[in-house]
DNA sequence: GTAGGGATACACT
DNA sequence: GTGTATCCCTACT
């Protein structure tokens, strides 16, 4: 297992994506340590991109997306859920890949009890779910994708990739940036086509 | 299909 | 400062 390295992060949005799907997201906190293999991810361009958070510019909350590559741009929707998107690209542009959808691989009876939920394909199928299910919020904003206690590493598995629409979202909807692993049982929605 | 929830951004005073 | 429309969603019916 390799930690993926700062220079993986500094390409554009489009080309980090699809090369996310099969790397695994680590989560360590305190002893507890989680993981699960990214399956599901949308990219973001920035201020070109309507759907962006960067789109209107620069300000406090997306500060971050405008950040060095490598780092977590993690934010708080609709009331009570976190997402967490990888910043790519080089500082001073805003772009970033959502992380939408992980297979649990490691601490799933961990993950369990901070869902609440039994099933594991209920732990982490979705960009509100797997934050709750890493244990990830407000305090991993910026952090470090590199090292402790948020990191990505890859142990050189790479899945099949189909590229669709994006989901979620009202301006910018019609764009092919969804990028997922299409045999999976984990993601948080079905592969149109 | 729809209720729920809170932060954010921006238009106004 | 207040008002309000919007939001990269989830869980339930």
């Known amino acids: 297992m390799k930690v993926l390295p700062r220079s993986f992060y500094a390409r554009p949005a489009l080309e980090v994506a699809p090369d996310l799907l099969g790397t695994i997201l680590c989560r360590r906190?305190?002893?507890?340590?989680?993981?699960?293999?990214?399956?599901?991810?949308?990219?973001?361009?920035?201020?070109?991109?309507?759907?962006?958070?960067?789109?209107?510019?620069?300000?406090?909350?997306?500060?971050?997306?405008?950040?060095?590559?490598?780092?977590?741009?993690?934010y708080f929707t609709y009331g009570s859920h976190h997402c967490m998107n990888v910043v790519t690209g080089s500082e001073g542009v805003a772009m970033a890949v959502?992380?939408?959808?992980?297979?649990?691989?490691?601490?799933?009876?961990?993950?369990?009890?901070r869902r609440r939920r039994e099933r594991v394909v209920d732990l982490a199928s979705g960009p509100g779910k797997l934050t709750q299910a890493l244990s990830i919020g407000a305090e991993d904003y910026g952090s470090d994708l590199t090292r402790e206690p948020l990191w990505i590493c890859q142990d050189g598995a790479r899945p099949?990739?189909?590229?669709?629409?994006?989901?979620?979202?009202?301006?910018g909807a019609d764009l092919p940036y969804r990028?997922?692993?299409?045999g999976s049982?984990?993601?948080?929605?079905?592969?149109?086509?």
């Not at 990739?161 to 979202?169: A, C, D, E």
């Not at 990028?179 to 299409?182: E, K, L, M, T």
């Not at 049982?185 to 086509?193: A, M």
């Open 98 to 113: 959502l992380i939408r959808a992980l297979e649990p691989v490691d601490g799933i009876p961990i993950m369990k009890r």
């Open 160 to 171: 099949e990739v189909v590229r669709t629409l994006r989901i979620g979202i009202s301006r």
């Open 29 to 74: 906190k305190g002893r507890a340590v989680t993981s699960g293999r990214i399956v599901e991810v949308e990219a973001y361009l920035g201020e070109a991109d309507p759907a962006s958070h960067a789109y209107r510019g620069l300000t406090n909350r997306n500060r971050a997306m405008f950040g060095p590559p490598g780092h977590a741009y993690v």
């Open 185 to 193: 049982p984990c993601l948080s929605r079905r592969i149109r086509r």
């Open 179 to 182: 990028f997922a692993v299409p």
